[in-house]
């Protein structure tokens, strides 16, 4: 099902979603975009190409969260529920919807589900933005997704200038857009024509076909070394990256509770052993399991690509590193380095 | 889209109570806590699961959580095993725990040692420092008049750095009474009062020689003892489907969520953290 939402009647339409919902869309913070709940007075910020900075996985994997109360004497033990509200998180970007999906895989499949993630995605709505006009730093044609990925939505909106082509996509979203007028032939002609025209803007990064098997080849080698000559290992590519997951668990001693915080495979004691030993020494090894996590075991573990070519990571490396060049280096190092001779 | 909003919280440990307590080594660095359960559905849920080569992540609330192998086998008792070494803040605060103290409890979990392809095997089992404890509850397992005839001969084969580093020590040492298996002790350097062997573990493997016809060996240990031992037993013969091996790494999880213990695409937590070497050898080296 296509609607007509006129860009003057977005407003309207979003303060009657906040009856009965929490709509979070994105606003300016500073120099940055953030996801903060609609109100009144809120300023959408959805002309600007780019993603906010923090990724949206925070919405249902907090960079901080308890998951355990205790009581330190007694060792009682106190279950934290989630309760979470309805929300609807609007102008979400398809690279952004799709790491959410991706992270089901993690989080809400198979065995020991994730009883945090799976309240608040029952309970969360995703209105997704698709990108007319993508950054110099977004490679989301070359990771598996795209523009207008449709992946991880509920329903998909085209910007068509004075108006937005909402492309329903999942029954749940389905009374969201009561009262829309239908899009017409000639209006899904030009949503089509604006999605093609914006695929078509991006550059192919990488060549994705074969490329897990030439990174699995080149483990031992000295590539990964040369990758990481710049990293500082500040791990911000980490955590503003929409996929990563790792955590660490810590007890807060003074509030006798357990918290899940955000890791990072780019510090040194990751992982450090209580023995010293640590399988991963030097920054080679850090970015190497931090490329290959994304780009080799995802196929394994979920038979996806683990990255969907948002660019967070190379629009914020404090140092210019880009995941675009490391994994084109990479990837070439079998044909160009190897076998040269 | 995950519809089912409402699993067990995996991260919540059972209540478990110190039934005994006490020191494996003479530099009191080892200590061994038995723990039993609070809860009868616990226990039920622990031993239904349970397999030697499990770990569980212990819980001192205020402290933290730490990954440790259990040491004793099903048949034992109501209760489960741990040789905790001293190491950091964790198991110091596991090795102040007292008989009657509580603690949590998660587990069992991991893979453990596959002991239905062991059916009829000789077990040639290796252990070198405290990561014997799991050896340990495999040996138990298997000396069980129930579970005995399941296999053929049973050799182990423990070295620690010195006497006073052994655990287990008046168990093991009947263990040289029995007629259904082979026990040999190794300590680095030569002490006085020892008549068992002095060396290395993978040069008393080497010495020992044990057959690898029909044979499986499982080596814990050390990373160092690891390392060598495993070319070791291939020299002897073993192919690398017959040699298994227990991994450690830093986890927090437990249950294939937090990242941190991959090799590769494998978790040691979830996958492991018993592997074959064949399953190592296909495996990157990230180790």
């Known amino acids: 099902m296509k609607y007509i939402l006129p860009k003057h009647e977005l407003n309207s339409l979003l303060e009657r979603w906040s009856v009965g919902h929490a709509v979070l869309a994105p606003q300016k913070v500073g120099a940055y975009t953030e996801f903060l709940p609609f109100g009144a007075q809120s300023e959408l910020c959805l002309e600007e190409p780019h993603n906010t900075r923090f990724p949206p996985k925070a919405l249902f994997f907090p960079q901080s969260e308890a998951i355990?109360?205790?009581?330190?004497?007694?060792?009682?033990l106190e279950n934290i529920e989630v309760e979470p509200e309805k929300r609807i998180i609007f102008g979400i970007r398809p690279c952004d919807a799709k790491a959410?999906?991706?992270?089901?895989?993690?989080?809400?499949?198979?065995?020991?589900?994730?009883?945090?993630?799976?309240?608040?995605?029952?309970?969360?709505?995703?209105?997704?933005?698709?990108?007319?006009?993508?950054?110099?730093?977004?490679?989301?044609?070359?990771?598996?997704?795209?523009?207008?990925?449709?992946?991880?939505?509920?329903?998909?909106?085209?910007?068509?200038?004075?108006?937005?082509?909402?492309?329903?996509?999942?029954?749940?979203?389905?009374?969201?857009?009561?009262?829309?007028?239908?899009a017409s032939p000639a209006q899904q002609k030009s949503a089509q024509t604006a999605?093609?025209?914006?695929?078509?803007?991006?550059?192919?990064?990488?060549?994705l076909d074969g490329l897990k098997d030439k990174l699995d080849r080149v483990f031992d080698?000295?590539?990964?070394?040369?990758?990481?000559?710049?990293?500082?290992?500040?791990?911000?590519?980490?955590?503003?990256?929409?996929?990563?997951?790792?955590?660490?668990?810590?007890?807060?001693?003074?509030?006798?509770?357990?918290?899940?915080?955000?890791?990072?495979?780019?510090?040194?004691?990751?992982?450090?052993?209580?023995?010293?030993?640590?399988?991963?020494?030097?920054?080679?090894?850090?970015?190497?399991?931090?490329?290959?996590?994304?780009?080799?075991?995802?196929?394994?573990?979920?038979?996806?690509?683990?990255?969907?070519?948002?660019?967070?990571?190379?629009?914020?490396?404090?140092?210019?590193?880009?995941?675009?060049?490391?994994?084109?280096?990479?990837?070439?190092?079998?044909?160009?380095?190897?076998?040269?001779? | 889209m995950p519809t089912n909003p409402s699993p067990r919280n995996p991260y919540q440990p059972t209540p478990m109570r110190v039934l005994r307590a006490y020191y494996e080594s003479t530099d009191r660095s080892l200590k061994t806590l038995e723990l039993s359960f609070e809860n009868q559905a616990d226990r039920v849920a622990f031993f239904q699961k349970f397999n030697p080569g499990q770990f569980c992540q212990l819980s001192v609330f205020g402290k933290g959580e730490s990954p440790l192998g259990v040491a004793s086998a099903a048949w034992e008792g109501d209760f489960v095993r741990f040789t905790i070494q001293r190491m950091g803040a964790v198991t110091k605060a596991l090795h102040n725990l007292k008989p009657g103290d509580t603690l949590g409890m998660r587990g069992p979990l991991g893979?453990?040692?596959?002991?239905?392809?062991?059916?009829?095997k000789n077990l040639v089992i290796?252990?070198?420092?405290?990561?014997?404890?799991?050896?340990?509850?495999?040996?138990?397992?298997?000396?069980?008049?129930?579970?005995?005839?399941?296999?053929?001969?049973?050799?182990?084969?423990?070295?620690?750095?010195s006497s006073g580093l052994c655990m287990y020590k008046h168990d093991i040492q009947s263990w040289y009474q029995r007629d259904d298996m082979e026990v040999h002790q190794a300590i680095d350097v030569p002490e006085e009062t020892w008549d068992h062997h002095v060396g290395y573990v993978p040069d008393v493997v080497k010495q020992i020689a044990p057959s690898p016809v029909n044979a499986v060996a499982i080596v814990c240990g050390p990373p160092i003892m690891t390392k060598f031992t495993l070319p070791a037993l291939v020299s002897l013969g073993f192919p690398p489907e017959a040699i298994y091996t227990s991994l450690e790494k830093r986890m927090k999880c437990g249950i294939g969520k937090c990242g941190r213990c991959n090799i590769g695409s494998k978790f040691i937590c979830k996958d492991g953290p018993v592997f074959s070497l064949a399953e190592l050898n296909a495996l990157p080296a990230d180790i």
Request: hydrophobic share 35%.
């Open chain 1, 68 to 76: 355990l109360k205790y009581k330190r004497n007694t060792g009682q």
């Open chain 1, 100 to 182: 959410v999906a991706l992270l089901d895989t993690v989080f809400a499949e198979g065995e020991n589900q994730d009883p945090f993630w799976l309240a608040r995605r029952a309970e969360t709505l995703l209105i997704g933005l698709g990108c007319h006009e993508p950054c110099a730093t977004c490679f989301c044609t070359s990771a598996d997704s795209g523009p207008f990925n449709t992946e991880g939505l509920d329903a998909l909106l085209t910007d068509l200038g004075s108006e937005y082509m909402v492309e329903l996509l999942s029954e749940r979203a389905a009374g969201l857009f009561d009262g829309l007028a239908h």
């Open chain 1, 195 to 207: 999605q093609t025209a914006a695929e078509h803007a991006m550059p192919k990064a990488f060549e």
């Open chain 1, 221 to 341: 080698e000295e590539i990964w070394a040369q990758l990481a000559q710049s990293c500082l290992g500040c791990g911000v590519c980490t955590f503003l990256c929409p996929t990563c997951f790792c955590f660490d668990l810590v007890d807060e001693t003074q509030r006798d509770t357990r918290v899940r915080n955000w890791d990072t495979c780019m510090y040194r004691v990751y992982s450090l052993e209580a023995s010293a030993h640590n399988p991963r020494p030097t920054r080679k090894e850090r970015t190497r399991q931090r490329l290959m996590h994304k780009y080799s075991y995802w196929w394994d573990h979920a038979g996806k690509l683990g990255c969907t070519g948002c660019g967070r990571c190379v629009r914020y490396c404090p140092v210019g590193l880009d995941i675009r060049a490391m994994i084109r280096k990479a990837g070439a190092y079998e044909s160009e380095v190897l076998h040269a001779n």
């Open chain 2, 111 to 120: 893979n453990g040692f596959p002991l239905a392809d062991w059916k009829g």
């Open chain 2, 126 to 161: 290796i252990g070198g420092g405290c990561a014997f404890s799991t050896l340990y509850a495999l040996t138990k397992h298997v000396q069980h008049p129930k579970n005995r005839p399941d296999f053929a001969q049973l050799v182990v084969i423990y070295g620690a750095r």
